[in-house]
């Protein structure tokens, strides 16, 4: 996610890396924010008055993702990701955006895109 407005909804699977804006949202009980690799990015800086910091809400974490290339826009996971298995299942959710299907080992993968080794 680079930029993003939202009023309600979720917002799973989501993997920053490397840019300055930090993840965060305005405190809206509608938005749920989960299971998510917020790394890299600076803690909650915008000019939002009620801007809250989620790197540490329920299932985000602020390891190293191992991505590809993150800073080339490839997310696909290198050997080792922490990320590996370490999802959750949504209903639904049975292909990673390349049209991969999920889970393609133990379990499934946070990230736009399933580890195939």
């Known amino acids: 996610m680079v930029t993003c407005e939202a009023s309600s909804g979720r917002v799973y699977y989501v993997s920053p890396q490397g840019d300055d804006s930090g993840l965060g ?3 809206d009980p509608f938005l749920t924010v989960e299971h998510n690799v917020v790394y ?3 803690a909650c800086s915008h000019d939002y008055p009620d801007c809250v910091d989620l790197s540490g809400a329920e299932g ?4 190293d993702p191992l991505l590809l290339d993150g800073p080339a826009h490839d997310l696909h996971l290198q ?6 298995d370490q999802g959750i299942a949504i209903d639904g959710l049975t292909v990673d955006f390349d049209g991969a299907l999920r889970p393609a080992g133990g379990g499934i993968d ?3 895109f399933e580890y195939q080794p």
């Open 25 to 27: 949202t305005e405190a």
């Open 40 to 42: 890299g990015p600076t």
């Open 60 to 63: 985000n974490w602020t390891v």
């Open 79 to 84: 050997p080792g990701s922490p990320a590996i």
């Open 110 to 112: 946070v990230g736009a």
